[in-house]
């Protein structure tokens, strides 16, 4: 746990000096969210009394994704720059290593939420949800991260360079689209609605809208958790044979 605690001090670091991406990371959800609600906002009937009630959940998870997919090309870094070769030296193993990755984008995660759910509140996100809501939304919130952010560094681990480790960024971004992250997916086409039905960007996303918004979810966070852990168990599991693989 030391080991892990300092691999995530140190990512925690380069991503503090990588300026550049540390803002583009936390300006592009914050954007978005401005961009849906001003732009689209008042072409979109959802149901709900502001478009921003409905719309923040989508946005949190655009967040998540877009920060997550940072620990794809980090971990790529890391395997072409040999540094990987130096840590194993002393004696620092994948699971440390791999395991600062993530805490590390879980961090930056929670500070670009934190900013989202700031500029959501001064522009009229009003949620009604009560402590134990909002305690479970944090929950499955922070699940779906954990889940992404060791999917991120698996797919890191498979990519031959950063370059085609930010392609992860794409994939990510792109799957809360065909969900209820912006719409009711019963306004899409016949032949896409179950897919964004069942997705678990969807199960997520009511979940989370549901719980801040005090309305019934039933098991909702249930089947999103159980997503968000089988994903994070094949992706834990694939991240040490593939790590293995790459450095033995």
Not at 22 to 31: E, G, W, Y
Not at 174 to 201: G, K
Request: proline share 6%; with cysteine.
């Amino acid at each position: 746990m030391s080991e892990a605690l300092i691999m995530t001090g140190r990512a925690i670091r380069i991503s503090r000096r990588n300026v550049d991406a540390l803002i583009t990371s936390m300006a592009l959800p914050v954007m978005l969210l401005l961009i849906f609600v001003y732009f689209f906002g008042g072409a979109i009937d959802t149901g709900t009394p502001a478009y921003v009630t409905y719309v923040v959940p989508g946005v949190l998870l655009l967040c998540a994704g877009f920060g997550s997919s940072k620990t794809a090309f980090a971990v790529t870094e890391d395997l072409k720059g040999g540094i990987i070769d130096r840590f194993r030296s002393l004696d620092i193993g994948g699971t440390q290593i791999l395991t600062g990755h993530v805490l590390a984008s879980v961090a930056r995660n929670l500070i670009a939420m934190t900013l989202v759910l700031a500029l959501a509140f001064a522009i009229g996100f009003r949620p009604s949800a009560t402590p134990q809501g909002w305690l479970a939304a944090t929950a499955v919130l922070l699940a779906f991260i954990l889940a992404l952010s060791w999917l991120s560094a698996t797919v890191g681990l498979l990519a031959k360079s950063p370059e085609a480790a930010g392609g992860f960024t794409f994939f990510v971004g792109f799957l809360p689209y065909p969900s209820s992250a912006f719409v009711p997916t019963n306004t899409m086409p016949n032949w896409l609605q179950p897919f964004a039905t069942h997705q678990p960007v969807t199960q997520v996303i009511e979940s989370i809208r549901g719980l801040l918004l005090n309305q019934p979810v039933g098991t909702t966070p249930w089947v999103a958790v159980a997503w968000c852990a089988g994903i994070l168990g094949v992706s834990a599991a694939g991240a040490g044979v593939l790590f293995r693989w790459r450095t033995g």
